[in-house]
């Protein structure tokens, strides 16, 4: 069955790191638009591989999220220093994460000079070369104005950046006018329009939301540990209640896109050292909607259900909807129970991690009082130490992945000296 489209999976992905940092996101959207449109024009490519240069063109600043936080307001600050730092890292990010490693590469050179991008023998290098000439002029278009000349670029043509660009940029421009439909966002219907070739396979799709997951670090690294350990959890509860294997695969998207919405919650709050005032617990509760809101119409109506009741209790004292027992479905069961347990077993700002015999006394006083369901806390505590094994080797691969990049970027960093 298919629970999200893969034209769905790209809109998704673009609204969460749009909540990370809607400046380097709308950014992004904009320089695969001129991508686009430059190779269309070309006739080079097939609309479904075109598909698919949007989606890394609207990505190729992914690894800014995590190299240039302080900086990526400030988009000409950001355009105008050393920019190798941030395509390592997103092209380390899309090679081992994405499911589409061979583009990967697009974002290492998008920054690199024209003339030494000639001696690389790549076969996308005229897409890294495309959107280094789109990214500037995005940024210099928007810093500069009604004084901003696309053609003050000629003056690199040939050395930084490529002549046979700029003029199908020139071109295209004429012919499509596309700085005016920037500017007035007109452009984002064509790049909603061209998504609809996406095609990826429902291994890839998963690849992709994995992938999100990862993204959930730029924000804060424990967010993925705690969204790795909820999945670990529903996964094994689930296998235990021999549910079919339709809700089962339900349950896992549930509990990958349950906490979306937390990456829009002020980390200062999220980290207090501190019990949080009662506008702040308003604050906080506010990330269900927020999931919800980008995720209705984007992932399958039954899913989203099961995601956005992982904060409601059988007695009604949860949120956002006040469901009771008999609203609660086995599926929103499992994912409250492993949401509850993940926040548990996982260290916090204020607080260490509970043992064991916290854990279990916690769910089953949970239990008597009728906020989780009875049989789901029975075979969570009859298989813990099973589960949590499972758990413990999961969390180590989501830490080796990390160790990974880290490593291949200090090596590839030294490489180019930075």
Do not use: W
């Amino acid at each position: 069955m298919e629970y999200i489209k893969s034209k769905d999976i790209y809109l998704l992905m673009r609204d969460i790191l749009k909540l990370i940092n809607p400046t380097l996101m709308e950014h992004g959207s904009r320089v695969a638009y001129i991508v686009y449109k430059m190779l269309q024009e070309e006739e080079k490519y097939e609309e479904f591989e075109l598909a698919d240069i949007v989606m890394i063109a609207t990505m190729h600043d992914i690894g800014a999220y995590k190299t240039e936080r302080n900086r990526i307001n400030d988009m000409l600050q950001y355009e105008t220093r050393d920019s190798m730092a941030h395509s390592i890292y997103g092209y380390l990010f899309f090679k081992y994460l994405s499911p589409e490693p061979d583009l990967s590469k697009v974002i290492m050179y998008h920054c690199r000079d024209y003339e030494k991008l000639q001696t690389v023998d790549y076969a996308y290098k005229d897409v890294a070369a495309y959107i280094n000439i789109a990214e500037k002029i995005d940024i210099y278009s928007n810093t500069m104005g009604a004084q901003f000349d696309p053609r003050m670029f000629q003056k690199q043509a040939g050395t930084k950046l490529s002549a046979a660009g700029l003029d199908r940029f020139y071109q295209c421009d004429a012919k499509y006018n596309m700085l005016e439909k920037l500017k007035n966002d007109a452009y984002k219907a064509e790049l909603d329009e061209i998504a609809e070739y996406m095609i990826f396979s429902n291994e890839n799709k998963k690849k992709f939301l994995d992938m999100l997951i990862y993204c959930l670090g730029f924000v804060r690294e424990g967010m993925v540990l705690d969204t790795v350990t909820t999945i670990c959890i529903c996964e094994e509860i689930a296998s235990r209640l021999f549910l079919p294997d339709h809700e089962r695969e339900m349950i896992y998207y549930a509990a990958l896109v349950h906490d979306l919405g937390m990456i829009a919650i002020s980390q200062d709050i999220v980290m207090a050292p501190r019990k949080l005032k009662p506008e702040e617990i308003k604050h906080v509760r506010t990330h269900v909607g927020i999931a919800q809101e980008k995720l209705e119409h984007r992932m399958d109506a039954d899913i989203v259900s099961i995601a956005m009741a992982h904060h409601e209790r059988g007695d009604m004292s949860g949120y956002p909807k006040r469901l009771g027992e008999q609203k609660i479905s086995i599926q929103q069961g499992v994912l409250q129970v492993a949401d509850v347990v993940s926040a548990l077993v996982n260290k916090r700002s204020y607080r260490e991690a509970a043992s064991k015999q916290q854990v279990l006394r916690f769910l089953n006083e949970e239990a008597a009082k009728k906020r989780f369901k009875r049989q789901i806390v029975t075979v969570l505590s009859d298989s813990y130490d099973e589960i949590m094994e499972r758990v413990k080797q999961e969390t180590a691969n989501i830490l080796k992945m990390y160790q990974t990049l880290n490593m291949q970027y200090q090596q590839v960093s030294k490489k180019y000296k930075i």
